[in-house]
C-alpha cells in the first residue's frame, strides 16, 4: 500500500480498505488515474476543495459489482419475459394466471404502476424542459461526451462489443438509445408530444407514457443480456478483443471474479450519470445557462428513469456535489484499457461518412466536430485512446458558447424570444428525428 493511497482515504486502516476495494480485477489503486484530465477537471471546478475519497463509498461500489437487478434476474432465471405482460398488468389490469403468484412479477408490478412517494413531477419536468430545450447540443453530447467518455472503461466496453449491436449497427443502437433520453425527457409541453393522436402527457413519465414503456423493455434487454453473458453464449468480442484482454473464464463465460456482474448496479449508476450529469455539465460547458433548479429537475427525473431500469434507489447519490464525488472516485479506480473501446469509437466515429459517402467533404466535417467535441470536454488523453483525429480548428466548437449563453439570456427576459426559440426548437427536433420516423413507430 503506497502512501498516496493512506493518505487520499480518509480511513482509519487504509490497508484493509485497499485490501477490499481491489478484490476484482478491473479495479485499479486510486492513483494510477490522477493525472487524468477528466478527473483533474472534476477535482479543481466541481468538487469541495477538501474532498477525500471515501472508504464507504468504494466499499459500495465493489459491492455493486457483484449485484445485478434481482428482482429481473428472478424472472430470467425462470425463462419468463416479463415487459409484455407486466404492460398487459397495468394498463389493462389484466395479469396473467401464471404469473399472480409469482413474488417477482407482483413487486415489479408495484414499481412500475404508480410512482414512488418521492417522486416530484413538478420539479421532473423543469429537468425535462431543460434537458429537451437544445437538441442539436442533447445528440452532439449523448454520442460525444456520454458514450466516448465510457468507451475509455473495459467494463463498460465489453458488453456493448459481445453484443455486436454498436459495432455493426451503430446507427440504429446510437439512434434507439437517443429515442430512450427523448422518451425519458418528453413533457406535456413539448408541440407534438401526442403522436398517432395518443393523449399528450398529463406529467412527466407518467404510467403508460413511452418513457416508462421503454424502461421495462430496455430493462428486459440488459437481464436477457446479463444471462447470456454469464453463460458465455455472446461472443461479438472474438476476433475483435484478445482473448486475454476480455478476461473470461476458460469455459469462454463470463468472469465475474474480474469484471463483477454484467450490468451491474454500479456500472448502472455511472451510464445513469453519463446520460444526466455529464450531458447537463456539457451543456453549460457549451453555453446553457441550466439553474440550479433544472439541474436538480434534471437529476430528479433521471432517478426515476434510473430506478425504474433496476437501480436500487439508495445508492444513487443524492445531488450534484454527490454526483460529481461519486464519479469521481468511479473513474479512479477502472482499469483504462483503450483497445478494447476502440472498435466502438470507431464505429461511432464513422457514422457521418456511412451516411453520407466516404468522400462527401461534409461527412468528413461532421467526424471532425464530433471528435473536436470529445477532445475539448472530455480529454485529448481519452482522445488519444480512442484513436480519435485531432483537428485544428477543434476549438471552434466552443464558438457556441457565447451564442447560447447569449439567447439564453433573451429567452428569460423576453417571452417573444422564448416563443420563437420554442418553435425552432420544436423543427430542429422533428428534422433530427428523421431515422426514428422512418424506423420507430413511436416517432412516425
Known amino acids: ?87 398487459q398488468a397495468i394498463i389493462h389490469d389484466d395479469i396473467d394466471n401464471n404469473l399472480t403468484n409469482n413474488s417477482s412479477f407482483i413487486a415489479l408490478t408495484e414499481q412500475f404502476g404508480s410512482h414512488p412517494d418521492w417522486f416530484d413531477p413538478k420539479l421532473a419536468q423543469v429537468g425535462a424542459i431543460a434537458y429537451r430545450r437544445y437538441p442539436l447540443m442533447l445528440i452532439w453530447l449523448l454520442r460525444n461526451v456520454a458514450l466516448m467518455a465510457g468507451y475509455s472503461i473495459p467494463a463498460l466496453s465489453l458488453p456493448l462489443i459481445q453484443t455486436g449491436a454498436l459495432m455493426h449497427d451503430a446507427l440504429p443502437r446510437l439512434m434507439r438509445t437517443y429515442a430512450y433520453i427523448l422518451a425519458v425527457s418528453e413533457h406535456p409541453q413539448l408541440d407534438g408530444s401526442a403522436y398517432h393522436q395518443r393523449q399528450p402527457l398529463s406529467q412527466v413519465l407518467e404510467i403508460g407514457s413511452e418513457g416508462w414503456r421503454q424502461s421495462i423493455k430496455v430493462r428486459q434487454v440488459h437481464t436477457l443480456v446479463r444471462k447470456n453473458l454469464l453463460k458465455g453464449k455472446l461472443s461479438a468480442a472474438d476476433g475483435v478483443i484478445a482473448p486475454t484482454d476480455q478476461h473470461h473464464n476458460p469455459d469462454g463465460s463470463w468472469n465475474t471474479a474480474y469484471w463483477g456482474l454484467p450490468i451491474n448496479q454500479t456500472d448502472m449508476i455511472a451510464t445513469h450519470l453519463q446520460f444526466s450529469l455529464l450531458i447537463m455539465r456539457g451543456l453549460r460547458l457549451l453555453g446553457a445557462r441550466i439553474s440550479s433548479e433544472e439541474a436538480e429537475g434534471i437529476l430528479h427525473l433521471w432517478n426515476l428513469a434510473s430506478y425504474w431500469m433496476g437501480v436500487d434507489l439508495q445508492r444513487l447519490p443524492k445531488d450534484e456535489t454527490a454526483c460529481w464525488e461519486w464519479l469521481y472516485t468511479y473513474l479512479s479506480i477502472q482499469q483504462l484499457d483503450f483497445r478494447m473501446g476502440r472498435p466502438l469509437a470507431k464505429a461511432l466515429h464513422d457514422l457521418p461518412r456511412q451516411l453520407m459517402g466516404e468522400d462527401n467533404r461534409r461527412g468528413r466535417f461532421v467526424e471532425m466536430v464530433n471528435a473536436s467535441v470529445t477532445r475539448t470536454l472530455v480529454g485529448d488523453d481519452i482522445g488519444d485512446g480512442l484513436e480519435l483525429p485531432k483537428s485544428k480548428i477543434r476549438f471552434g466548437v466552443l464558438s457556441s458558447v457565447p451564442i447560447l449563453f447569449a439567447l439564453d439570456t433573451a429567452r428569460q427576459h423576453n417571452s417573444t424570444v422564448a416563443d420563437k426559440l420554442e418553435a425552432f426548437r420544436a423543427k430542429r427536433q422533428d428534422n433530427m428525428n428523421w431515422w426514428l420516423k422512418k424506423n420507430d413507430d413511436y416517432y412516425k
Open 1 to 87: 500500500m503506497n502512501k498516496k493511497t493512506s493518505n487520499v482515504l480518509n480511513s482509519s486502516d487504509p490497508l484493509l480498505i485497499a485490501s477490499s476495494y481491489q478484490r476484482h480485477g478491473r479495479t485499479t489503486d486510486i492513483n494510477d488515474h490522477s493525472d487524468l484530465q477528466v478527473l483533474r477537471r472534476i477535482k479543481r471546478y466541481l468538487l469541495p476543495k477538501d474532498f477525500t475519497i471515501s472508504p464507504t463509498l468504494l466499499a459500495e461500489m465493489v459491492e455493486g459489482y457483484d449485484i445485478g437487478d434481482p428482482l429481473a434476474d428472478a424472472l430470467a432465471d425462470d425463462g419468463l419475459r416479463f415487459a409484455k405482460p407486466l404492460q
